[in-house]
């Protein structure tokens, strides 16, 4: 493995190849001419990102050293003349057109690797050997990758070693360091996917999904002689992605906007708005992109547009999106996305490059008023202001906050404001509510005098640990006490009675682990609290060692607070009461005997 000279044409930094290219002028194009009076939404930020180019281009020992590429020639089609790199970045300039500037490749690197691509079973093509091969089938008359000498070096359909080469070219690290953003690969005979998912909450986006400890990236994998699929390997994996981020992408059905963006003629008669990677808004079958069949689009509307689409048509054939070009299909239809600034009213990014080149989507929301979790009910108080926070627990299994980076629907007897994170109660209405929305998922603050609820007294009783007295922020209700599960975890965690506690934001559900340390956040042990409490019963999701379980639990002031004899029965710890003494006594040392 070595790095390519190119430093008669590219600035070159330490010990990697890094090109820093300019808009290039001239270039063959859709045309993609918005006027100002069409722009009604600011374009959506450029992406600066970093591409990692590797090039597996074997040299040939049996042909004078000369290099697989330049034996077999390039299908470039009628891209420009020139070598990869050329064409390369001919390709991502097509791409940032496409995506009106936000897909901006401003570096790239380049790897060159001096052998065929390994597959898992071991195989390889012999670069000895290959010559003879190539020479027999290309001199026969028919298409040379149907001829049995080629078939013979395809052993391993979709059998690429990805985990070799991630390993051996140290991606994992290197991506969590940022040194790249996505990673194309140019190569014949790997037995690749077209593109594949790497990183943490990985999925299928036209191949295998591969997880890692590492922000998710794309593979694109790239062959010599089909230069005019790299946008079409992209373009499925960007229908792969949408079609997770909305839950479905039936082009027949057009019930979520990926959907209705989908449609075409043939399902949606006079109806057909873009269409899909292979089939455009006319097309009767896979690829037919260069049908002269006029039919009615909102194509336009889409990319002039959107969200405000107008539902203007327009009749249109295939010289509107490149005669029958696939890469200029590709250009045409990557520029009908979304591209704006925004979410729609079910939290929907409005431009559809964020979800393409990051990939994450949200899974799970949580809000929190005054610092405390919100289980779905909340007292509201008239004119009392709080502080209130929304995070996003999303798919590659990071957690941040989207306060002010989501939708929020209410009625008029709240005022929230996003940019400084404050809720206003402006009056107490039984059937109030607050839904946050972000990437189609959803979650729901209603009043709290919607549900049922009891008065919370401060347990007065003493509480004795085998043995010492400990101070817990504890409640006593209809008769029972009720603990916080962190703080009995806390406590006993260096008993034979420990647990585990964590939470899973992505199912709404606490994590009870048996025999196992707790890890403390810094939550535990309040301060014990003073006068009576509304408490709330809590729909809490619950599971013990990966199986849910029922425990009685109330919600007080945003909190979860459990029955202690629950807790003492399912993991096996004694809990008595010493009348004479007003003093709960727990011990580990005995098992659970019940009341």
């Known amino acids: 493995m070595k790095t390519k000279n190119l430093s008669k044409r590219f600035i070159c930094f330490a010990l990697t190849v890094i090109i820093i290219f300019a808009l290039f002028a001239g270039l063959p194009s859709v045309n993609l001419n918005v006027t100002a009076e069409e722009v009604i939404y600011e374009t959506a930020p450029a992406m600066s990102l970093k591409l990692l180019l590797i090039d597996f281009d074997p040299v040939l020992p049996t ?46 690197e380049y790897l060159y690797v001096n052998e065929f691509p390994l597959q898992a079973s071991g195989f390889s093509v012999d670069p000895e050997t290959f010559p003879d091969i190539w020479d027999e089938a290309t001199a026969a008359q028919w298409n040379y990758w149907d001829h049995p000498a080629i078939q013979s070096l395809n052993q391993g359909y979709f059998d690429f070693d990805y985990m070799h080469y991630i390993e051996r070219f140290n991606l994992i690290e290197r991506r ?38 590492c922000a998710p990236f794309r593979i694109n994998s790239i062959a010599r002689q089909r230069f005019d699929t790299p946008l079409e390997n992209l373009a499925h994996s960007a229908e792969s992605i949408l079609t997770t981020v909305y ?87 990557f520029s009908c996305f979304p591209h704006v600034a925004g979410r729609d009213e079910k939290g929907y990014s409005h431009n559809w490059w964020e979800y393409y080149q990051k990939f994450v989507y949200t899974v799970n929301l949580e809000v929190y ?17 709080y502080d209130f926070q929304v995070f996003a627990a ?83 209700i209809s008769g029972n006490n009720y603990f916080k599960l962190r703080d009995l975890a806390y406590v006993l965690n260096y008993t034979e ?44 999701k619950v599971s013990l060692d990966g199986k849910k379980i029922n425990l009685t639990a109330y919600n007080i002031d945003g909190s979860n607070y459990f029955k202690l004899r629950d807790i003492g029965q399912i993991f096996d710890f004694g809990v008595t009461w010493d009348g004479t003494n007003n003093t709960i006594v727990i011990d580990t040392g005995i098992g659970y005997t019940g009341e």
């Open 63 to 108: 042909r004078n050293g000369v290099r697989m590429g330049e034996y077999i020639g390039y299908g470039w089609g009628h891209l420009p003349e020139g070598d990869l790199i050329d064409n390369i970045l001919y390709l991502t300039q097509k791409l940032k057109t496409a995506s009106h500037g936000i897909i901006n490749y401003d570096r790239i």
């Open 497 to 540: 009675k420990r647990f585990g506690v964590d939470y899973d934001a992505y199912n709404n559900t606490i994590l009870l682990t048996s025999n196992a340390s707790y890890i403390p956040n810094n939550s535990e042990m309040a301060d014990k609290s003073s006068g009576n409490k509304t408490a709330i019963p809590s729909p809490q």
């Open 176 to 213: 969590n360091n940022g040194e790249f953003d996505e990673v194309w690969m140019v190569s014949e005979f790997s037995g690749a996917y077209e593109t594949v998912m790497v990183g943490r909450g990985a999925y299928w986006i036209n191949g295998i999904a591969i997880e890692a400890d």
């Open 394 to 476: 999303l798919s590659d299994r990071t957690r941040i906050d989207v306060t002010d980076d989501c939708v929020i629907e209410s009625r008029l007897y709240y005022s929230v404001n996003q940019k400084t994170g404050k809720l206003t109660g402006l009056s107490a209405i039984n059937d109030a509510y607050i839904t946050v929305w972000r990437d189609g998922r959803n979650f729901s603050v209603t009043e709290a005098q919607n549900t049922a609820t009891v008065t919370a007294i401060p347990s007065p009783q003493r509480v004795l640990v085998n043995g010492y007295e400990i101070a817990f922020d504890a409640y006593n």
């Open 247 to 333: 839950g479905s992408g039936d082009w027949t059905a057009g019930t979520n906007t990926w959907e209705r963006f989908l449609s075409i003629e043939q399902f949606n008669p006079g109806n057909a708005a873009v269409g899909n990677c292979h089939f455009a808004p006319n097309s009767e079958s896979d690829y037919d992109w260069g049908n002269p069949t006029k039919v009615w689009s909102s194509w336009r509307d889409w990319r002039d547009n959107y969200p405000n689409l107008t539902g203007e048509k327009e009749l249109v054939d295939c010289s509107v999106w490149g005669y029958g070009d696939n890469i200029d299909h590709k250009v045409w239809w």
């Open 369 to 385: 008023i005054d610092g405390k979790l919100i289980q779905g009910t909340f007292p509201l108080q008239k004119g009392q202001t």
